[in-house]
C-alpha cells in the first residue's frame, strides 16, 4: 500500500464543495507536519494548508476561510474541506507529511501522495 493515498478530487462549479481525505495508514514515517499542496497547470507547486502534531494550523491567504484542514488521528486520515470553490482552486491536490518542524507550512517535505484532481467550472 502506498503510504499516503489521497481520494476525494472531482470536477465540480464554481461556488460548490469538496472533501479530500488522505489515507495514512500505511504511512510509517513522522507526522510532525502534514498538510495540503497544490500544483495548477504551468505553475509551481504551493501550500494550501498544513497541520502540526500540536494541531497548529497554517492556511495559504488564498483558502483562508474557504478551506478547513483536520485529522482522524484514529482513522489515520488527513482532511480538506473545501468550500466556495473557485476556478483558480482548479490543480492536483497532494498530500504530505514530515517529521516535526516550526513551521510546517514552509517546511520541505519528503514523502508525497500521488494527488488528486480537482477541477472547479465556471
Known amino acids: 500500500q502506498a503510504p499516503l493515498v489521497e481520494s476525494g478530487g472531482g470536477s465540480v462549479q464554481v461556488g460548490g464543495s469538496l472533501r479530500l481525505s488522505c489515507d495514512a495508514s500505511g504511512y510509517s514515517g513522522s507526522r510532525g507536519c502534514m498538510g495540503w499542496f497544490r500544483r495548477a497547470p504551468g505553475k509551481e507547486r504551493e501550500g494550501v494548508a498544513t497541520?502540526?502534531?500540536?494541531?497548529?494550523?497554517a492556511y495559504a491567504d488564498s483558502v483562508k476561510g474557504r478551506f478547513t484542514i483536520s485529522q482522524d488521528t484514529a482513522k489515520n486520515t488527513l482532511y480538506l474541506q473545501m468550500n466556495s470553490l473557485k476556478p483558480e482552486d482548479t490543480a492536483m491536490y497532494y498530500c504530505?507529511?514530515?517529521?516535526?518542524?516550526?513551521?510546517?507550512?514552509?517546511?520541505?517535505?519528503?514523502?508525497w501522495g500521488q494527488g488528486t484532481q480537482v477541477t472547479v467550472s465556471s
Open positions: 497541520i502540526r502534531r500540536d494541531a497548529t494550523i
Open positions: 504530505a507529511a514530515r517529521g516535526w518542524s516550526p513551521y510546517c507550512f514552509s517546511a520541505s517535505y519528503g514523502d
